[in-house]
């Protein structure tokens, strides 16, 4: 808690001490350390990430803008490296960024992560002023003559000065719903020098913020609105929309999405994920006044990133203890020791009580399988439970262990509690048609013990499943 608050002191102290930063981008969510320092590291792999927007090509050359990220995770701690350009008008003004990111993750319980955030770094501002021409460098014979002076005093084409950042990110990992909030306060700077002037100018001041929500509502398809909104001292801009993935396999998905621009532009989005590659496109169509002066033409945007992804560690085995009771110890997390002892009389913790376990011997197995992270049982699979209760008429002596399992989607510990509600469910169904309660033992393996590996969407279908086994003498 002290740390906490001690970040907590940092985040809010550091934006007087000075920081500096510009950033418009339509694909805010593929260039997301660019946009807050808290999102270095966020994915615990290294990223690279790049992102290249064209806008308003018809007025003076328009707005060219590129970004260049890198990011890991190393421990608790999140590094990342940015370059950025901003390009504008015949002059090139042009505005160069190179920063440094360094982030903190805080981990409130198993759901919920805090994230802080800090930037430093350069800016450099440029301008080509040999492509200016002034009204005094005209003559009548020749017209435009670049040898004659203009008579300005310019105070130099390159400015630099430095600049940082600060930011946090909040995020809910239960799986139904991922909401994340993520905010940032930059240009607190006062540059030292101007192009134009000798005195300095103050950085005008800018906040940017964001909420997405990630939710997965079936096998296929996964639904993500968000909202954008950035202020600098007069002007603010408001993004507002939602993206769709369609999951073609477990590491291959389509993306597509539509938004707007607050009285500015229609958004559009398509990007495909392959494996640890993804590519985005997006196209704003303008509908502000300066659809006659850009002949319609708007803004497109270009993004990659690629994630380069350590050696998958081998999950430690279950271990099952049969003496007097069933002891299932589950892996809580694949990088940690740490296990979860679990143990079920009825659904309710404690010791199974199956003495002498070697002495039943297993006569059938039954499956009943579930929808994407639901526990309820479905109608067609309905009748492989009857058909155990005609089953259970032939064999009086008996009991029934009902495993619960899951898919590998969504944290382990959420798993654990979805493999007890569907194994509940079923033993519901069960004692609701007659078969004796003290006839029954639960317990869950969530993820930890699959029937085919997760590697396809088909595949993980077999693992959202109830084994029931019939054990009689």
Known sequence: MKSVCLVLALFFLLPILGISQQRNLTQFY????????AESGAIHYARFSTNYRKQWPTIATGYQTSVFALDAQVKKFGYGVVFATNEAGPSSLKTSNFLFNLSHQFKLNEFNTLRFGYQIGLNQYSLNTSNYK??????????????ISNGENFNGSSVIDVTGGVGFTWQNNRYQWKPKVSMGLYNFVHSKKSIFLNTGSNSMKLFSGSV??????????????????????????LLIGSNFKYHLDTNKQLQ??????????????????FHNVLVGFSYDINTSKLVKGTSSIGAYELSAIFTIQP????????????VDTIRIEVPVDKDKSDTLIIYRENGVDGPIDISTIDNYWKYN???????????????????ILDGLIEDLKKFPDHKLLIHGHTDSDGESIYNIYLGEARAKEVMKY??????????????T??????????????????NRRVEIILLTK
């Open 311 to 322: 050696p998958k560690k081998k999950q430690a085995p279950i271990t099952i203890h049969r």
């Open 134 to 147: 002034f009204e005094s460098q005209y003559d009548l014979e020749n017209g435009f003559n670049p040898s």
């Open 30 to 37: 593929n260039s997301s350390i660019f946009n807050n320092p």
């Open 365 to 383: 197995h039954y499956y009943v399988y579930f929808n994407f992270d639901e526990s309820k049982v479905l109608p067609k699979y309905e009748f």
């Open 256 to 273: 597509f999405g539509l938004g707007f621009r607050n009285k500015d532009a229609l958004l559009s989005y398509v990007g495909i994920e």
């Open 430 to 443: 069960l004692v609701d048609r007659g078969v004796s309660h003290s006839k029954i033992r639960t317990f």
């Open 445 to 462: 393996y969530g993820q930890t013990n699959p029937a085919e590996p997760n590697t396809t969407i088909d595949k993980k279908a077999k």
């Open 212 to 237: 997405m929500v990630e939710k997965k509502i079936s096998d296929r398809y996964t639904f993500i609105p968000y909202l954008f909104y950035s202020y600098q001292q007069n002007a603010s801009n």
